[in-house]
């Protein structure tokens, strides 16, 4: 804020205190639910300071997980959310960095109808063509693999369009002292491009990781095996307590674990991922 | 080093209308040659072309007895200094100058001598290890100019390379540039639309407009003897007063002639002159001052040292071999 007035600075922090506390609430009731005993939510009031069950909750999940529910111990699920977000993080950069790579610097036929073609997938989502997917992913025999939970992801057109925006900033003049330079097309991919969108490369990371952790329907889908299962298509599992009651303390801790990885992802990656956003000069 | 020959060069982006048509220019090594012109008259197609980053439509290129025309950019032999400079913004000074060499496959030891070598002569040996955005325009500048030395190319070509510094940065540069040349004795081609850096640092000047040349020489020639109209108006600060003849009926030989130029600081006042000039406008510029005037309809330009008297009606006089005559139709000169 430009001007430095006291009742503006006050009015920010309450808007901004009162916007941590919406945000925040959710996360502490969850925490809190986490350390109490199996009893203490089913009794109508909710408590809001945690209990003494912190130690036997957590190391409960972290060892056994929840047999009722056919759940393995969280380790196990974090562990296959772990390879899925990463699988699919690092396969979407990948591919859409190269696509992103051979739209803009090459002139081959057809070149606008293939960019058209990675555009319009925009609008078909996994959960558009799931039936589909899944019939090909089935066929392929791919159910039940960390192949399967992630390969059908890993195509993006918004990660291609980014790159290709990131690219189309890189100033003609660079390509062409490159090309004097001596630098061949993967040369000058390699030396000049991926530096130059290493920033952006890592706040899509940060994104695209948080996408795949969050991966639900389609993990719930295909996997049957309790060793493929996703800790966010766990919890559902764990919730959906068919003869009795939700445990809820002990889905709490899951979902308390569950949001360990995206946080130290996000504050690792903080500056990179904030550079990668608003950073224009090149 | 190397000599370079473009002949019946022309650039066609389809579309009609050529963007360069017919260029004929033999450069001799180590001769610096400027290309002057006007914004959009082909100037930096014709380097690009020389650079191989625009294709050949027509004619061909040598650079030293090769035809460059298919040869891609990195195997022409030549180096390039960009405008906006064009330095790698992630590399360090260093790395941005041994880029090239790297590529080339030149030994580690080599590449060593001719950065620190090239260093040396630009004195950017103090930032060696700092990045591009850490240094003044000035010093991109130089290292811009150090990534085309290191490579001891047959040529160096620039584009516009001092558009981007401030006007007292620019003087200083371009007397670095002119040094550095001499010095190193390496066929350059200069594009720039700054008529001043044309006259000072070319060995020859080659003026075009729209595409085509309208004269090539050295500074002087081109200033004493403009080719054309457009040449007189273009070379030369403040600009050559173009007449038209009819409005100056009494000048003596001017009879056939459809233009008649006369430059700004060859009028004399003199009470007996032959022209009479109506002031308009005066501009100090501090030693002397332009003063802008209408004579028989047509405007008229004229530079006088600051301490001569001001009136409304000045006469002016000129010596018979400072007045340039043209033709009415193709604006080319008469004698």
Known sequence: MIENRPFLHLMAHVILIAGVCIVALPVWVAFVASTHGPTDFMRGTIPMWPGPHFVQNYSRMLDRGLATSGTPAVGTMMLNSLIMALCIAVGKIVISVLSAFAIVYFRFPFRGLAFWCIFITLMLPVEVRIVPTFQVVADLGMLNSYAGLTIPLIASATATFLFRQVFLTIPDELTEAARIDGAGPMKFFRDILLPLSRTNIAALFVILFIYGWNQYLWPLLITTSADYYTIVAGIRRMADAVDGLPQWHLVMATAMLAMIPPVVVVIGMQRLFVKGLVETEK | ?335
Do not use: W
């Not at chain 2, 090594?29 to 012109?37: Q, S």
């Not at chain 2, 200083?172 to 008529?195: A, F, G, N, P, W």
């Not at chain 2, 044309?198 to 309208?214: K, P, Q, S, Y």
């Not at chain 2, 009606?313 to 604006?331: A, D, P, V, Y």
């Open chain 2, 1 to 335: 080093m190397a000599s370079i020959t473009l002949s019946n060069l022309g650039k066609n982006y389809g579309g009609g209308g050529n963007a360069v048509t017919g260029v004929n220019i033999d450069i001799q090594d180590g001769e610096f040659i400027v290309l002057v012109g006007p914004s959009g008259c082909g100037k930096s197609t014709l380097l690009r072309m020389v650079a191989g980053l625009e294709s050949i439509s027509e004619g061909e290129v040598r650079i030293g007895d090769r035809v460059v025309n298919q040869i891609e950019p990195a195997d022409r032999d030549i180096a390039m200094v960009f405008q906006n400079y064009a330095l790698y913004p992630h590399m360090s000074v260093r790395q941005n100058l041994a880029y090239g060499l790297k590529n080339r496959g030149t030994p580690k030891a080599e590449i060593e001598r001719r950065v620190n070598e090239a260093a040396e002569i630009l004195q950017i040996g103090a930032f060696l290890d700092r990045k591009p955005r850490a240094l003044s325009g000035g010093q991109r500048q130089r290292v811009a100019m150090g990534r085309a030395i290191v490579r001891e190319p047959a040529a160096f070509l620039f584009d516009e390379p001092l558009s981007n510094l401030d006007a007292k940065l620019r003087v200083t540069m371009r007397l670095e540039i002119k040094q550095l040349q001499r010095r190193l004795k390496t066929t350059s081609i200069y594009v720039t639309h700054d008529q001043l850096e044309a006259m000072t640092l070319a060995d020859r000047l080659v003026v075009l407009n729209g595409g085509r040349i309208e004269q090539i020489g050295t500074p002087l020639d081109v200033y004493r003897r403009p080719a054309s109209t457009f040449v007189a108006g273009f070379i030369g600060s403040p600009a050559m007063n173009l007449i038209d003849a009819r409005a100056v009926p009494h000048l003596p030989g001017t009879a056939h002639a459809g233009t008649v130029g006369i430059r700004p600081e060859d009028l004399t006042v003199a009470p007996d002159g032959p022209i009479e000039m109506q002031v308009m406008a005066v501009e100090e510029l501090g030693a002397q001052r332009l003063i802008h005037g209408l004579t028989g309809g047509e405007k008229i330009t004229t530079t006088l040292p600051s301490d001569a008297p001001l009136t409304d009606r000045m006469r002016l006089s000129f010596r018979r071999e400072q007045l340039h005559l043209f033709q009415r139709e193709t604006g080319r000169r008469l004698d």
